[in-house]
């Protein structure tokens, strides 16, 4: 029996739950037929289905169709990941002037992620003028917001003296909310800052932290660089990193 949109109406809270919690297959057809009714939310996570794959093929052109509909509704995270889709070439050619348009008007809105997207094209000068302070300014702001990621790249601001005084104590601090907010490149920057300070057992506690949310390739990255490091802890807990499967 086909599931119509009345149907899901008519769910209570406590069955939409259960229906939501089924499989990835179940919950893309219920996001498909509640998107193909109009509803914004639904289009921008049946979007998000679509570029995953997540319990369906992985079609990044239907993805950004569904994306571009929801951003024209005026859904803030939809217009992000339009964005997105434009400055990584999923379902268009790359369009980095275009991308950073659409993170121009989801940063406007109040997204976080829309100005930390912004704020890195800004860092790169890439579809923006290469600008590091508008890129301080919006990484500041999508930090006041709670975002991890501009928090630790603030911390990257103060390190290197780019835009503001060169600050280690304020770089440090910065490193540690990001990390304390589950960022993976915080916790490596808040585990060199501690080996810095001497501070080895704590620093390896962080290190050891990654494994759960880091790319194989920054894993890769880190384990190398801790290879090199002089403390014996160090240099095994860079093999332990290189044990990890991909």
Not at 68 to 81: E, F, L, T
């Amino acid at each position: 029996m086909t599931l119509t949109f009345a149907e899901i109406e008519s769910w209570s809270a406590e069955e939409a739950r259960e229906r939501l919690s089924a499989s990835d297959a179940e919950v893309a057809g219920i996001m498909k037929v509640a998107a193909e009714a109009g509803l914004a939310e639904a289009q921008a996570l049946y979007g998000q289905i679509l570029l995953d794959g997540k319990g369906i093929p992985r079609d990044e052109k239907e993805a950004l169709r569904w994306f571009s509909s929801s951003a024209q509704a005026g859904h803030v995270m939809a217009m992000n990941m339009v964005g997105r889709c434009c400055e990584h070439g999923w379902g268009t050619p790359v369009d980095k002037v275009r991308a950073a348009q659409w993170y121009e008007a989801a940063a406007e809105r109040g997204l976080d992620w829309g100005m930390y997207n912004l704020a890195t094209l800004h860092c790169l000068g890439e579809g923006v003028p290469l600008d590091r302070e508008a890129a301080f300014r919006l990484y500041s702001r999508a930090a006041r917001a709670g975002h991890v990621k501009s928090i630790n790249l603030l911390g990257g601001f103060h390190e290197d003296g780019w835009v503001v005084m060169r600050d280690m104590d304020v770089a440090a601090d910065h490193y540690r909310r990001a990390a304390e907010g589950g960022d993976f490149r915080g916790e490596f920057n808040h585990a060199r800052m501690l080996i810095e300070a001497g501070c080895i057992d704590e620093a390896l506690v962080w290190l050891r932290k990654l494994e759960a949310s880091a790319t194989p390739a920054f894993l890769g990255k880190v384990s190398g660089w801790l290879a090199a490091r002089p403390e014996s802890e160090l240099r095994a807990a860079a093999a332990e990193i290189r044990s990890q499967p991909a």
